[in-house]
């Protein structure tokens, strides 16, 4: 066996091996600790980490970026709560990016490989073979809160999108949403949530703004065209 072959062999049994260990620990011992994995809890670990309350925070948002089922929204809330508006932003910021590059590193060095040699030419087509729509498209769902973060982290390792277009993306797109989930956590712990109210809609018309401009200029391309 050549030494190319046997190192798909062996990333595709790494690949394997961690699908599975993931999906039997989510169903099996963690099920438990996932379905309570809530704000309250989280809080109670932060503060019994003391000044390594920061490194639990990233390290736990890494880990809920990497593993899908464990949600990271209560992770974000906490931060907001124990840290306040900015040094929250910034824990969660770099746990969700940290979480992400490791995701994208993952799907690149154990996927990429197998899907060009199932699918060929046929896999960089269309907008998947351009850098600046695959960057876009990156940035653009990370201001979409139902759009999985996990999934488009996994599927962009996958692309063909160089490692830092996609890191710029995940850090100008996540930044806003994580300020929303950290001052949501510090106004949950002041008491007075109509600040966090008005700071959602703020910045959930700030971050659809870009996307809208998008689309009017589609529209008027489209008129142009069809005129």
Do not use: C
Not at 58 to 87: D, E, K, N, W
Not at 136 to 156: C, E, G, K
């Amino acid at each position: 066996m050549s030494p190319l072959v046997f190192g798909r062999a062996v990333r595709l049994i790494v690949g394997a091996l961690l699908v599975v260990g993931i999906i039997a620990l989510a169903l099996g011992p963690l099920a438990n600790t996932i379905e309570s994995f809530d704000g309250e809890r989280i809080s109670g670990w932060v503060a019994a980490a003391g000044i390594w309350g920061p490194v639990l925070i990233i390290s736990l948002m890494t880990i809920a970026i990497v593993a899908t089922p464990i949600p990271s929204a209560p992770i974000a809330l906490a931060a907001g709560a124990a840290y306040g508006h900015t040094l929250g932003t910034v824990y969660i910021v770099a746990g969700a990016e940290l979480g992400a590059l490791v995701a994208f590193g993952l799907a690149r060095f154990l996927g990429r490989d197998v899907l060009v040699r199932w699918l060929g030419d046929k896999l960089d087509t269309g907008w998947l073979g351009s850098q600046n729509a695959l960057t876009f498209t990156v940035f653009a769902s990370r201001l979409m809160p139902f759009i999985s973060f996990d999934i488009v982290s996994y599927a962009a390792g996958l692309s063909r999108l160089q490692v830092w277009r996609f890191a710029l993306a995940t850090l100008a797109g996540i930044i806003p949403a994580s300020f929303v989930l950290a001052h949501f956590g510090n106004e949950a712990v002041s008491g007075d949530s109509s600040r966090a109210i008005w700071a959602a809609i703020g910045l959930g018309a700030l971050t659809l703004t870009p996307l809208l401009i998008v689309a009017v200029k589609d529209w008027k391309k489209n008129r142009v065209t069809d005129g």
